[in-house]
């Protein structure tokens, strides 16, 4: 059974293991400068991602994620991947929206889950196609 399909779970994508860097920020009026917060990445999905960070996020709060995937970027139909050796290695960013956010077991930091709202369309079917290939 997947996780999508678990009693009572409302996901409407699989998720898949995923252990990776994951670096998130607040999206606040006035921005603020600097990086964001840094967390692991615990598994991702079409619609979102699940990772683990220090400090808890409400629910409803936007959030840019930098996330470190390594190799979905060959996956894009951009040129870029061919003319720009940076873009070989850049995260893949997007805007989500915390869906929940619980205390870890024994107070190691939260669990968060965030939806998807606005990412590039090219690096949303890149990811996918990431995904598709993981599994």
């Known amino acids: 059974m997947g996780d999508n399909e678990k009693a009572g779970d409302k996901r409407a994508f699989e998720r898949?293991?995923?252990?990776?860097?994951?670096?998130?920020?607040?999206i606040t009026y006035p921005l603020k400068k600097g990086p964001g917060e840094r967390g692991d990445l615990q598994n991702v999905a079409?619609?979102?991602?699940?990772?683990?960070?220090?400090?808890?996020?409400?629910?409803?709060?936007?959030?840019?994620?930098?996330?470190?995937?390594?190799?979905?970027?060959r996956f894009k139909r951009s040129y870029?991947?061919?003319?720009?050796?940076?873009?070989?290695?850049?995260?893949?960013?997007?805007?989500?929206e915390v869906v929940w956010c619980h205390e870890r077991p024994g107070g190691?930091?939260?669990?968060?889950?965030?939806?998807?709202?606005?990412?590039?369309?090219?690096?949303?079917?890149?990811m996918k196609k990431y995904i598709e290939q993981i599994r």
């Open 46 to 73: 079409e619609g979102g991602i699940g990772f683990t960070v220090s400090t808890p996020f409400e629910p409803g709060t936007l959030l840019e994620a930098r996330i470190h995937i390594f190799g979905w970027q």
């Open 108 to 126: 190691q930091g939260y669990e968060v889950g965030l939806k998807f709202k606005d990412i590039y369309e090219d690096d949303y079917q890149a």
């Open 16 to 26: 898949t293991p995923e252990r990776v860097d994951i670096e998130v920020k607040q």
């Open 80 to 96: 870029s991947k061919v003319i720009d050796d940076a873009a070989a290695v850049a995260p893949l960013t997007a805007v989500g």
